[in-house]
């Protein structure tokens, strides 16, 4: 299985942005998925999370309201949309699953990363 993120880019502040993460391969189920990022010198921070059916999410406090997390089960597919874009939000961001790929095994799985810059 692997995943791989799309949409990343460069944006002047207060703008908006989607990426996607796609999951490739087999699997049995793809249960939660969340966005990540990692800013240069700082630790990988969880920005938005989201459940197996897609009914329950959770946002980083400082992404609230600007940020929205979205899944298509149908197209094993997760999206992030981001408005209100701020110079902080510069990182690169990561997709991340935890993907049953049988019956009995449960993994974490994380694509590449794609870059997102938010110029002041």
């Known amino acids: 299985v692997q995943l791989v993120e799309s949409g990343g880019g460069l944006v002047q502040a207060g703008g908006s942005l989607g990426l996607s993460c796609a999951a490739s391969g087999s699997a049995f189920r793809i249960n939660t998925m969340g966005w990540y990022r990692q800013a240069p010198g700082k630790q990988r921070e969880l920005v938005a999370v989201?459940?197996?059916?897609?009914?329950?999410?959770n946002y980083l406090d400082s992404v609230k309201g600007r940020f929205t997390i979205s899944r298509d089960n149908a197209k094993n597919s997760m999206y992030l949309q981001m408005n209100s874009l701020k110079p902080e939000d510069t990182a690169v961001y990561y997709c991340n699953a935890r993907i049953r790929i049988t019956p009995w095994k449960e993994d974490t799985y994380w694509g590449q990363g794609t870059q997102v810059t938010v110029s002041s």
């Open positions: 989201i459940t197996s059916g897609g009914g329950s999410t």
